[in-house]
């Protein structure tokens, strides 16, 4: 029974995570922004990561596309970096994309947070 009820709760949050993260969206800057409630690198370690990709001189790949959330990057040309555990969020890669760093989750190339 128990196992039942773990499954049917482990169902509900994966049918009603993209309803909830489309529903938490962000106006502020240029573009609308859907916030991801997954492991990102924390607000006051932020600056911190910025000054770290700044210092790895890490060379920005241009996409003719906006640069949002959500969008997948292609599959040939881009080079990814791991995130250094001091930052928090070693399961996804970073990169910079059109002088933006994003955070992206390596297997599906999808941008989970745009670093501002």
Same mark, same amino acid.
């Given at each position: 029974?128990?196992?039942?009820?773990?499954?049917?709760?482990?169902?509900?949050?994966?049918?009603?995570?993209?309803?909830?993260?489309?529903?938490?969206?962000?106006?502020?800057? +240029? *573009?609308? !922004? $859907?916030?991801?409630?997954? #492991? @990102?690198?924390? =607000?006051?370690? %932020?600056?911190?990561? +910025? *000054?770290? !990709? $700044?210092?790895?001189?890490? #060379? @920005?790949?241009? =996409?003719?596309? %906006?640069?949002?959330?959500? *969008?997948?990057?292609?599959?040939?040309?881009?080079?990814?970096?791991? =995130?250094?555990? %001091?930052?928090?969020?070693?399961?996804?890669?970073?990169?910079?994309?059109?002088?933006?760093?994003?955070?992206?989750?390596?297997?599906?190339?999808?941008?989970?947070?745009?670093?501002?």
């Amino acid at each position: 029974m128990r196992n039942r009820i773990l499954a049917l709760a482990a169902l509900a949050a994966a049918i009603g995570s993209p309803v909830a993260a489309q529903a938490q969206t962000s106006t502020v800057g +240029r *573009a609308p !922004v $859907v916030v991801d409630s997954g #492991p @990102t690198i924390a =607000v006051e370690q %932020r600056p911190a990561f +910025r *000054a770290y !990709v $700044v210092e790895q001189r890490v #060379p @920005t790949f241009n =996409v003719p596309d %906006r640069i949002v959330v959500g *969008a997948t990057l292609p599959e040939s040309g881009v080079t990814y970096y791991d =995130v250094p555990q %001091r930052f928090g969020a070693t399961t996804y890669r970073y990169t910079v994309v059109n002088g933006e760093t994003v955070l992206v989750e390596p297997r599906s190339r999808r941008i989970v947070e745009v670093l501002d």
